[in-house]
């Protein structure tokens, strides 16, 4: 099963365009072990997901025990809800090729956040499977996103200025011969949102941002959805992860993502009754 497939299956059986950023701080959470602070977050919130999302960073920084902790995690993901590694990793062909298959051989996780400043040839080594799907980021979360994602570049064949990020959104669109391949897109820069909806209608979206960075559910839903009433993953990874630091943290994080996931709903619902 492709990981569209098995997102809209997880989709349609939760009701939810929500993902959790399985993203874990030892300095806020309220238990020592990571492993099982995320196995607690994962069965809380299983029902009410459409995909998870860990930070592979947050991994990393721990060191041997971080990894070890990342692999606990994803087997206790259930396997009928997929999972983005998030690394935003790219290099030359070869390079990317040894990424690729650390994710998606090594790890097995469903798709991946890819980074799309080396060029197609970077890219393509995260396309080649069909089955498991990219991320290609165009326009990030962060307030530096403006520096580079805004500046003014012409295509080589010449024609009219455009910002960096519809460019990158185009390419993007070219490179999804396979059908395999989404966009990360802030929430909070939701005209810029709206305007990459435009140029990549049937595309899916992973959209972080809301919550901690201020990102708004309703613009993102009234902005992002497809004519289809989908194609968003809106990752929410603090305000879920973090809802309480005491030993009540599983229920409580259920409770946020409840909330959000029904948020998401209503304004999903408000949209195509307008549109």
Do not use: H
């Not at 962060?142 to 200025?161: C, F, I, K, M, Y």
């Not at 809802?243 to 709903?265: P, W």
């Amino acid at each position: 099963m492709g990981f569209f497939d098995k997102l809209e299956r997880a989709a349609q059986r939760n009701g939810s365009l929500l993902c959790v950023g399985l993203d874990p701080d030892p300095a806020r959470m309220p238990v020592s072990d990571v492993a099982a602070f995320n196995r607690a977050i994962i069965e809380a919130t299983a029902g009410l997901v459409c995909a998870y999302k860990p930070n592979l960073a947050f991994y990393e920084a721990l060191g041997e025990r971080g990894l070890a902790a990342l692999r606990d995690t994803l087997a206790a993901i259930p396997s009928d809800i997929p999972v983005i590694a998030d690394g935003k990793r790219s290099d030359i062909g070869n390079t990317a090729k040894a990424y690729a298959r650390a994710l998606f051989d090594e790890l097995g996780v469903d798709a991946a956040t890819v980074n799309p400043y080396l060029g197609g040839d970077a890219v393509e080594p995260f396309l080649e499977r069909e089955e498991k799907a990219a991320f290609i980021l165009c326009r990030t979360s962060n307030p530096g996103a403006r520096d580079l994602q805004d500046l003014l570049v012409t295509a080589p064949g010449g024609g009219e200025a455009r910002p960096l990020f519809e460019m990158v959104a185009e390419m993007a669109r070219r490179w999804n011969s396979r059908g395999n391949v989404g966009l990360v897109v802030g929430a909070t820069y939701p005209e810029e949102l709206k305007r990459v909806r435009r140029l990549c209608p049937e595309m899916t979206f992973l959209v972080p941002g809301v919550g901690a960075q201020g990102g708004d559910v309703a613009a993102v839903v009234r902005n992002g959805l497809d004519k289809a009433g989908r194609g968003l993953i809106i990752n929410v990874s603090r305000q879920v992860l973090y809802a309480s630091r005491e030993k009540d943290f599983a229920v409580a994080a259920a409770g946020a993502a409840r909330q959000l996931r029904d948020e998401i709903a209503r304004e999903r619902e408000r949209a195509l009754a307008e549109s």
